[in-house]
């Protein structure tokens, strides 16, 4: 058994305690906003929160969260209000986003997506550790890559939350 929390909501799944989260939170779950990438912790799409600190969920087996808080990027905006509602619950279309959700709208950051969730889910914990990171601090946390690349749109998102 594998027993964590995800987005306010306990859970206890019977499953091999090497299976990684992402594939936890994806097949068993049915948590499909976190990504597949590349399997190898190299490009950030599968990036979630535990404990509030990033981590890529391709290379995390379920047995290194036991008991742990896990927020995904459908609990993002309830986790940073204190209000974790429960996934089946969650109404996005009715519920605020957070300020980096709001950024990436106002700058139009995505261009397919695909990479969104795990650039979202980077820089809100790297903007809860450091609220105004230069661009070389920027440079070195965000390691996430974006095939559409979107990076210059991504840094001027970050740029505008720095200074608010
Ligand atoms: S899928 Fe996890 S880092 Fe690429
Ligand atoms: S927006 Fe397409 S991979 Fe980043």
Redesign the pocket.
Known sequence: MANFKVNGEDKALDIEPDMPL?WALRDELGMTGT?????????????VHVNGVAV????TPVSAVEGQEITTIEGLASAAAGTAQPVATFDPANSALTAVQQAWIDHQVPQCGYCQS?MIMAVSSMLAQNPNPSDADIDSSITN?CRCGSYPRIKRAIRSLATA
């Open positions: 992402l990504k597949f990438g590349c399997g190898i912790a190299s490009c950030g799409a599968c990036t890529r969920s391709c290379v795990g890559v």
